[in-house]
Nanobody
Framework: QVQLVESGGGLVQAGGSLRLSCAASGTISRLGDMGWYRQAPGKQRELVALIGSIGTTVYADSAKGRFTISRDNDKKMVFLQMNNLKPEDTAVYYC???????WGQGTQVTVSS
């Protein structure tokens, strides 16, 4: 089973940037399809971005043009570069291994207006 650990969250002003990282470990030879999700208080968890094993990407409408998902297969890491952050981006962000079904513990992103 794969374990996922997110990092890089924090408090930022509107218009700022953050880069989230997700490190995978465990009995896994390579990462498969990976995703970033987020959950704001009182709301359901929602998809932010997906990246396939060969680099194909999918973004939620709210992320298009501002967020970029990427991966480093050798290091078994996935990243989410978030630019032009808005207060509505405030949430706990989770890394997800779609092939393994694993979730990280989440990292808090707070955007102040």
């Amino acid at each position: 089973q794969v374990q996922l650990v997110e990092s890089g969250g924090g408090l930022v002003q509107a218009g700022g940037s953050l880069r989230l990282s997700c490190a995978a470990s465990g009995t896994i030879s390579r990462l498969g399809d990976m995703g970033w999700y987020r959950q704001a208080p009182g709301k359901q968890r929602e998809l932010v971005a997906l990246i396939g094993s060969i680099g194909t990407t999918v973004y939620a409408d709210s992320a298009k043009g501002r967020f970029t998902i990427s991966r480093d297969n050798d290091k078994k890491m996935v990243f989410l570069q978030m630019n032009n952050l808005k207060p509505e981006d405030t949430a706990v962000y989770y890394c997800h291994s779609m092939s393994e079904g694993s979730w990280g513990q989440g990292t808090q992103v707070t955007v102040s207006s």
